[in-house]
């Protein structure tokens, strides 16, 4: 290496780097305010209203799975005596 490349290689480099790092930073947060914007935003009522068909769809899926579970489990111990002999 020659004494040039020593002295200004990596430390010019991390410089560069580093001011690069810092304008795009500065230029994604002005994209993301630009596309914030943009979004159209639900209103009150509709996350509400959303938020219950969710809430009602778990709890319907819920008690569904449990039965649905509780039935296999009642088929495979009944499977399991009868192969038994019990």
Not at 9 to 19: D, N, R, S
Not at 55 to 79: E, R, S
């Amino acid at each position: 290496m020659s004494g040039e490349e020593s002295q200004g290689g990596f430390g010019a480099e991390l410089g560069k780097k580093v001011t690069g790092t810092v304008s795009n930073t500065r230029e994604f947060l002005h994209d993301v305010r630009v596309e914030m914007k943009q979004v159209t935003w639900p209103s009150r009522e509709d996350v509400f209203s959303t938020t219950w068909v969710v809430i009602a769809a778990v709890a319907f899926f819920g008690v569904f799975l449990a039965v649905v579970d509780k039935l296999v489990q009642l088929g495979v111990t009944y499977a399991f005596n009868k192969m038994l002999g019990r």
